[in-house]
Structures are given as C-alpha cells and as structure tokens.
C-alpha cells in the first residue's frame, strides 16, 4: 500500500510568524501531492496541489515544495492567522485513488 | 450554493447489522468518493465513483459497497458491521476536470457496539 507521512504531529506558531508542515511520502508513481486543511468538526477542505513534475507551487499565502530525490513535500504558510489552525495532511493522488498522512495539528499562539 | 451534504449526522449501530449512509454532491460535480477517517488519523480512501460507475477502489472488504445514481448522489453500504467500522466517514466531490479539488462534507459518524 501506499505510505505519506508526516514529520511533525504537532506544530505551535506565533501569530505573524510563518508555519512550514513536512511531510514524507514513498510513492515516486504518484501524480499529483494535495495539501488539505481540516477544521474541528469538518471535512477536509483543499488547500493547494502540485503535479509531480513540478518543484514549487504558490497560492495565497501558502506555498508547496516538492522534492522528489528525498521524497519530502512541505507546505508553508506565510503570516500564519488563528484561523490557520487546523489539522493539515497531506496526500497523494495516483490515478483515481488518494491517500493521506496522518496529519500535523497547527495551533496558532495569538 | 450549497456544499456536499452527507446524512445522517451521527449513527448507531450494532455488530452485524448493516448500513447505508448517502451523500449529496456540490451541484455540478459528478465525481463523488468515499473516505473513512477513524480519530486521530487521515482519510482513508474507500471508492471513487463518476458517471455511476466506480473508477476507484481502495483497501476495504467487499462487505463495503457504494453507487451513484443518475442524479450523482451516492450510497454507501457497509454490510455485517464489525466495532472497527466504527469512524468518520466522508463523501467528497469534485468536477472530473479538477480531481484534487474535492469539496468534503461534513460526514456522517458511525458508531458499531
């Protein structure tokens, strides 16, 4: 089966300070690696994807690295807000299937 | 708009029985997948299901089973249930021309005693 994992269960930031998640994954055959977000209470909610054949992705205030030669992909989150706070996993898609990590718990310290 | 709605809410169950839990996708998506998510850990991918056929499968006993119908809304069965089914489980959807984005609901809590 597949295996992505994460570094770090837990990570505690200063408000305005930025946040960056690890994870490690062992499939070189995925697709695409998705970073999600997940609230107390709800589901998942998408936060940014990178294709495999790709390094760097940036969106609003987060940014996805990808390095394929020690399979480690990591999300950074800039000015990290309260409402950041959250689980986040990540995943991978390989072909019509996704498997997620078990996730890093991020709390914000105002 | 609304999201994906997923019921019922909260569910008890005994050993044995079975179990059908429905999903509702984002109007416009026909893509709808299944997750089981126990406390303290990530999704786990169950089905993938678009155009009311499944073009996904993940690593769950044939006593798991799903559809969708016309409509793409989505059943998902879970027969003879045993206490480790107990879980979060999770109906996501997504257009098929943008998979990674999948709209998750709030999913339905099962509990088997």
């Known amino acids: 089966g597949e295996s992505v994992g994460l570094h770090l269960p837990t990570l505690s930031v200063q408000e305005g300070d930025n946040s960056i998640i690890n994870c490690a994954y062992s499939n070189s055959a995925s697709d695409y690696f998705i970073w999600y977000k997940q609230e107390s209470g709800k589901g998942p909610q998408f936060i940014i994807d990178?294709?495999?054949?790709?390094d760097k992705r940036q969106g609003q205030r987060v940014t996805v690295l990808l390095n394929k030669t020690v399979k480690h992909l990591s999300l950074q989150i800039a000015a990290t807000q309260p409402g950041d706070s959250a689980v986040y996993f990540c995943a991978e898609r390989s072909g019509n299937q996704f498997y997620f990590g078990t996730g890093t718990s991020l709390t914000v310290i105002p | 708009d609304a999201g994906v709605t997923q019921s019922p809410t909260h569910l008890i169950k005994t050993r044995g029985q079975h179990v059908t839990l429905r999903c509702s996708p984002i109007s416009g998506h026909k893509s709808v997948s299944w997750y089981q998510q126990v406390l303290g850990q990530g999704p786990q991918f169950i089905f993938q299901y678009y155009e009311k056929e499944e073009r996904g499968r993940g690593n769950f006993p044939d006593r798991f089973s799903a559809r969708q119908f016309p409509n793409y809304s989505s059943e998902l069965n879970v027969n003879a249930l045993l206490l480790g089914d107990s879980a979060l489980y999770l109906c996501a959807s997504s257009p098929w021309t943008v998979p990674n984005e999948q709209y998750f609901g709030p999913g339905t809590r099962l509990t088997v005693t």
């Open positions: 990178i294709r495999s054949n790709m």
